[in-house]
């Protein structure tokens, strides 16, 4: 655990992604063990891993922080907050670091430039369907990031297809448009916050 000691020699940029997350990540307590990093199925396209992140964070290095490939290839999978022994909110800081890079402009600036666009796709399925659509986000990932990669996880997608566990098309949530009515209200209440 942080001692208040190390807490008060943290940077005002760690202070600044504590304050964003939407709940406390509890950031201040990562041991730097690597579980997360090690836990990650997108750790080997990362600029950095998870712990390397957090150590630059409290370090107070923005620019570098922000324009990392890091949080865009979060898949939100939460096994890393699963295996940490700190119970840190992981996702939640990948989430709000993404935030951040697209407010300060940043996210144009990432070491992964399509990684924006394959965050957008994801968020894209929730909004208008209410749920991922994993074959068209695995696809699009796939065809643009590691092609040649796309026929090795054939043999899964037809797994998964003969087991019904992979929808063809998207189906969206019963209620979609009680959805997008909160959706709608969280980005008037965002933009109010903003100005």
């Known amino acids: ?3 208040s000691a190390s807490l008060s020699r943290t940077s005002d940029f760690f202070r600044e992604v504590v304050a964003e997350a939407p709940v406390d990540p509890h950031l201040e307590a990562c041991l730097q063990c690597g579980t997360c990093g090690g836990s990650c199925p997108s750790g080997p ?3 950095h891993t998870p712990r390397a992140l957090f150590a630059m964070i409290a370090a107070g290095m923005r ?3 922000l324009r990392s490939n890091t949080p865009w290839y979060c898949v939100s999978c939460y096994y890393c907050m699963e295996r940490c022994p ?3 909110r992981i ?3 990948m989430y709000t670091l993404k935030r951040m890079a697209i407010k300060a402009g940043y996210s144009a600036q990432t070491t992964a430039p399509k990684a924006p666009g394959f ?4 968020v894209d399925h929730v ?3 209410g749920r991922s659509f994993e074959l068209g986000l695995i696809t699009r990932y796939y065809l643009s990031h590691r092609p040649l990669d796309a026929l ?3 043999p899964l997608g037809m797994g998964l297809l003969k087991r019904k566990r992979l929808d063809l098309s998207p189906r969206p949530i019963r209620q979609i448009d009680q959805l997008k009515a909160i959706l709608d209200r969280a980005r008037e209440i965002d933009a109010a916050h903003s100005t």
Do not use: P
Not at 119 to 122: G, H, I, N, W
């Open 119 to 122: 965050a957008q796709t994801f």
């Open 63 to 65: 620019d570098a922080v």
């Open 127 to 129: 909004e208008n369907y």
């Open 91 to 93: 996702t939640d800081v």
């Open 1 to 3: 655990m942080a001692t």
């Open 152 to 154: 090795k996880m054939a």
């Open 86 to 88: 700190q119970e840190i």
């Open 45 to 47: 396209d990362m600029d």
